[in-house]
């Protein structure tokens, strides 16, 4: 390919040094990705990762060489890390998420940045994850029970449309679908896909997601509308349309977008021979050469707020325990106490879901999922699901086999393992939770006296083929 394509040659004159933009759009992007506040990761068990760095304004997120080593696996296996690029993981930075607080992903699939809001919120609160496409939503639920998130709510409207509660959220991410450019260093051919007539069509979308997401925000609660393309056109051009329309009632306000230890410019105010409002400034484009990332888009709109304006409902606390009588299991090898944060629901005759306390679905909605995969249903006992094994493993009493972490490899290999000790599982059952240093890596059955544990971990999990990924690093 003629290098730069036309689609960006003409960002040229937007950047102080074209020649470095250029180049970096062509290079090959480190893994970067960030670590799951609510998850104590195993890897540390087998060795430090000195090929992990923190990154310059995340402590919690890191770059690293590649995934194809035991550590990496085993982070992602247990829902301790998600991959994710770094400029994609400033959106959700901008976000003030604060417990209790209700929020709503418009365009949420896979759901990286569902998984960042939701362990934001920690085990409270409640984030709707919206998403038109219902095979995309599918990998969002893998997220949610790979990650444990009991917090989100996954619905399937088209977002132009979604549904305006009666309780507004308290914040709003507009993650739009747009033309891609910035993911170029990942999918180089995405620049020459571009084509005016689908640009027209993307840009209408997002003037319309715009503003449903504003509606959708109580007065005083923030947008944060992001792109991973350069296109004026999709970026400032869309924000600057919403501001410029906005009827009475959803005017908004842009607040300038900090992000210390990171580097952009500032929002274009001028187009194409068009004169766009100053505050456009307030957004960030962030370049690729100028933290080594892909490229993105970031606006903040701020609902403005009349004096008539307050707030119906403060986020609500409920403390309720979760009712353990409905699963024996759980009344034999957990405490009460220690489960407090969640309750179950029943959602299918196939899986009882696990969800926060203070999750709450705005009524009136229809919805896919809410929280996480719980119980098994489907046999003669409810059995635990690997995503709640991993979840609430490490809370367990009883029925858990600790092995050695050198042999976890062979447990997500489906192998049987030796036991190094153990507690006795429910009489009626001898499914185990499998752990290493106390923290959860998913089942097991029981076997020969618990001197063995035969792995039931599933053969996919997070997207990946296990088997084949662990072939690859013992031929490493
Ligand atoms: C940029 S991606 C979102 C990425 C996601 N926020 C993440 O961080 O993983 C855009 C998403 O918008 C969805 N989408 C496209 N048109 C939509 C619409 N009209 N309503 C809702 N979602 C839409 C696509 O299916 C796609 O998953």
Not at 9 to 30: H, I, K, M, N, T
Not at 280 to 297: Q, V
Request: with cysteine; proline share 7%; charged share 20%.
């Amino acid at each position: 390919m003629n290098f730069p394509p036309d689609s960006i040659s003409r960002y040229g004159s937007l950047v102080s040094e074209p020649q470095a933009f250029f180049e970096s759009c062509a290079r090959p992007l480190s893994v970067t990705g960030w670590y799951n506040p609510s998850k104590k990761a195993v890897s540390p068990l087998i060795g430090t990762a000195p090929d992990r760095t923190t990154l310059n304004w995340d402590s919690n997120g890191f770059k690293c060489a590649d995934m194809l080593n035991e550590r990496f696996l085993m982070d992602f296996l247990t829902g301790a890390i998600a991959i994710q690029e770094e400029s994609a993981m400033t959106s959700v930075h901008l976000m003030d998420i604060q417990p209790g607080q209700r929020i709503l992903d418009l365009c949420a699939a896979p759901g990286n940045k569902t998984a960042q809001i939701s362990t934001r919120l920690g085990e409270s609160g409640t984030l709707v994850a919206n998403d038109i496409s219902k095979a995309r939503l599918g990998v969002l639920h893998g997220v949610i029970d790979r990650m444990g998130l009991a917090n989100v709510v996954t619905t399937t409207y088209d977002a132009r449309q979604f549904p305006i509660p009666h309780r507004l959220f308290d914040s709003v991410l507009a993650d739009v679908p747009c033309s891609c450019e910035g993911t170029s260093r990942k999918y180089p051919g995405i620049l020459l896909k571009n084509n005016q007539n689908e640009r027209t069509r993307l840009v209408r979308n997002q003037i319309e997601i715009l503003e449903r997401a504003v509606r959708c925000v109580r007065p005083g609660g923030c947008v944060v509308y992001s792109t991973c393309t350069y296109a004026p056109e999709e970026n400032e051009c869309v924000v600057n349309d919403v501001l410029k329309r906005a009827p009475s009632g959803f005017e908004c306000e842009l607040v300038q977008v900090q992000i210390p230890g990171f580097h952009f410019s500032p929002g274009l105010t001028n187009w194409n021979g068009e004169h766009l409002d100053d505050s456009l400034s307030k957004c960030a484009r962030i370049w690729p050469h100028l933290n080594d990332t892909g490229g993105f888009f970031l606006a903040i709109l701020r609902r403005c707020q009349r004096d008539d304006d307050v707030s119906k409902d403060a986020p609500k606390i409920k403390t309720e325990p979760i009712l353990t009588s409905e699963w024996p299991w759980l009344a034999h090898d957990f405490s009460e106490s220690d489960l407090s944060p969640w309750r179950s629901i029943a959602f299918s005759n196939k899986y009882d879901r696990l969800m926060g306390q203070e999750c709450e679905p705005p009524e009136g909605l229809k919805i896919q999922t809410i929280g996480m995969t719980g119980l098994n249903l489907k046999s003669q006992y409810p059995k635990f699901s690997t995503a709640l094994a991993l979840k609430i493993g490490h809370l367990a009493r009883g029925a858990w086999a600790e092995i050695e972490p050198e042999r976890a490899l062979d447990y997500w290999d489906r192998k049987t393992v030796p036991v190094l000790t153990s507690q006795t599982p429910y009489p009626s059952t001898r499914t185990m939770i499998v752990r290493c240093g106390g923290q959860s890596l998913g089942l097991g059955s029981a076997s020969d006296t618990s001197l063995n544990v035969q792995s039931r971990f599933p053969k996919v999990w997070g997207g990946l083929q296990i088997a084949d990924r662990i072939r690859q690093i013992r031929t490493l």
